[in-house]
């Protein structure tokens, strides 16, 4: 198996191994976890495949709106963009932070490329945790940030028409807001990374709506510094596996009004946590900074 860099902070393309072949998968969640994202560049997955591949990761998320509507299986996301659905993940964050348990990883199949535009992008929020000065991480490290579904719902409103109003009330009983560390402790890894997804997180704990908007807009700016990012350019066929806990994304929804297809599956993650005792598997990206 080959593991060639794409990017500084994260980001790693694999040849030389199909991602179908069970021998391979140890050495594929290896490179995964330590590097964050990792590509195969024309893997050309079926359903069926892609499911079997992340089956190894762990159980297929039933998103919410799914279960509230039925379903009992897992079922994949496939994302339609094109002149009457303008792509809307243009902001950084990591996915449905407003569950208590969060996804662990996502595995994102390219069914039909725009002819130009639509690449997506990530950051390791490890990264852009280890850069930030030592004060800082220390008070990032000592709170507790409110998550909630609201803005998740203005879009359900937007989108599923007479549904809505069902689908917001179950959405609103069931998944009420929850509190997650601002940082947290990979369980895998041991490596401490920002919790960050604008839409959704609510307040800080503890803060003033002030200082809390302040400082969230703080880290809003840091993760956008393109040297914690890497940014794929997708063909037909690719395959894009990351971590969602210890990274961000977002898409480049510059590709409008061309069509683009894309098939996304989440496995099921577990409660973030902060554990200031645990120490990181993987050396910090970067060296230490001094300001
Ligand atoms: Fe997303």
Not at 81 to 93: K, M, Q, R, V, Y
Not at 152 to 166: E, L
Request: charged letters at 25%.
């Amino acid at each position: 198996m080959q593991v060639t860099r794409v990017a500084g902070a994260l980001g790693a393309r694999i040849g030389g191994v199909d991602p179908r072949d069970p021998a391979a998968f140890d050495d594929i969640k290896a490179a995964l976890l330590e590097h964050e994202v990792v590509f195969f560049r024309g893997a050309n997955l079926s359903e069926e495949e892609q499911f079997e591949l992340g089956r190894r990761f762990g159980t297929p998320s039933i998103f919410p709106v799914q279960r509230l509507l039925g379903a009992t299986e897992p079922r994949m996301t496939v994302i339609q963009d094109g002149p009457d659905s303008p792509n809307a993940a243009d902001g950084w964050h990591t996915d449905a932070t407003w569950l208590a348990e969060p996804p662990a990883y996502a595995l994102l199949h390219m069914e039909k490329p725009p002819e130009v535009g639509g690449d997506t992008m990530w950051c390791s929020a490890t990264a852009a945790y280890d850069q930030l000065a030592a004060p800082m991480q220390e008070l990032l490290c000592s709170l507790r940030v409110i998550h909630d579904n609201e803005s998740f719902i203005q879009g359900v409103y937007a989108k599923a028409g007479d549904a809505a109003p069902k689908i917001a009330d179950g959405l609103r009983e069931h998944y009420p807001p929850v509190e997650h560390p601002m940082v947290r402790t990979h369980p895998e890894t041991g490596r401490r990374s920002i919790v960050f997804a604008w839409r959704f997180m609510n307040r800080i704990v503890g803060f003033s709506e002030h200082e809390s908007k302040s400082l969230l807009t703080f880290i809003g700016e840091w993760v956008k510094e393109p040297r914690f990012h890497v940014r794929w350019q997708w063909e037909q066929g690719d395959l894009a596996i990351w971590d969602e806990r210890s990274t961000l994304h977002r898409a480049s929804a510059d590709h409008w009004p061309q069509k683009r297809v894309i098939r996304r599956l989440e496995i099921d993650g577990d409660r973030p946590f902060f554990d200031p005792d645990v120490e990181p598997i993987f050396p910090s990206k970067f060296q230490p900074f001094t300001y």
